[in-house]
Structures are given as structure tokens and as C-alpha cells.
């Protein structure tokens, strides 16, 4: 099983469109630094999981994953939900295209579910507006 294509398919398409926007959003993966805490600048967080990752017939094992991709939006707070759906709306639209890119003979086919959100918080703590989307997704790694 490849985990870095499997993060790719889904990371690198994300990272494009956020840093095609003006100004550019600034996006963090699992396992890299994210913004500063009590950061006041808006940025993207996705998380790509993993459950399962193999699945066994009577011949061999396919390399399917399944597993969930989380893209928390952080926006300044005190103005309204407005930039922080705006930001939302490339987040799905990437994932709707993902949806909609023709299977190959090479790389990772991937697909993603029904997408649960955009929730949104607001804590007294955190200087920031968090929008989260949510989706399953199926992933299957090709020679």
C-alpha cells in the first residue's frame, strides 16, 4: 500500500487551489507545523485518516484504503461567517472534482463520499472562526 499516493491524491489538489486564491491561504497537513497558536491569520487544515487499507479476496489483496479526509477552515473572527464559506466552497469544489476525474491505468484512483458540513464554531478562546467539513473516501492505488 502506498500512504504517500494515497495523501497525495487528495493533499496536492487542495494545496493548488488554496494557494491559487488572492491572497494565497496557507494549508497544513498531518505532521506539519501548523499555524502559530492564538494565530490571528486565516489558514486550511485537512487530516486525511486511514481505517481500512487492504481488502483480502480468494486470488490476493487489493490495494484499496478507506478512510476520511477533515478540512477545518480558520478565518478571523468577529466578521462573520462570510470569508470562512467562501474558503469552504474551494474546499468542496476540490472534492466534487475528485469525484469527477476519469480512472486511469496508473496512480490512485480516488473517490470521497457525501460531504457532512460545513459546521462551524466559535469559542471565546481561540482568536479564530472554524468552519469543518467532513467525507469518507475510497482510494485505490494502481500499477
Known sequence: M???KIRAAVEQPLLTAFNNL???VPVFFDNITAAPKNSTTEYV???VTFGITNEPSL???FDNARGAVIIRIFTEKGKGPARNQT???T???VLETLNSTAKTDSGVFFRVGE???PSFSS???SPLFMGQIETSYRATVLP
Do not use: F, H, K, W
Request: no cysteine.
Open 59 to 61: 486470488t490476493s489483496s
Open 45 to 47: 487544515r485537512v487530516n
Open 22 to 24: 488572492t491572497p494565497a
Open 91 to 93: 474546499a468542496v469544489s
Open 123 to 125: 469559542t471565546e478562546d
Open 115 to 117: 460531504i457532512d458540513g
Open 87 to 89: 474558503l469552504m466552497t
Open 2 to 4: 502506498d500512504y504517500q
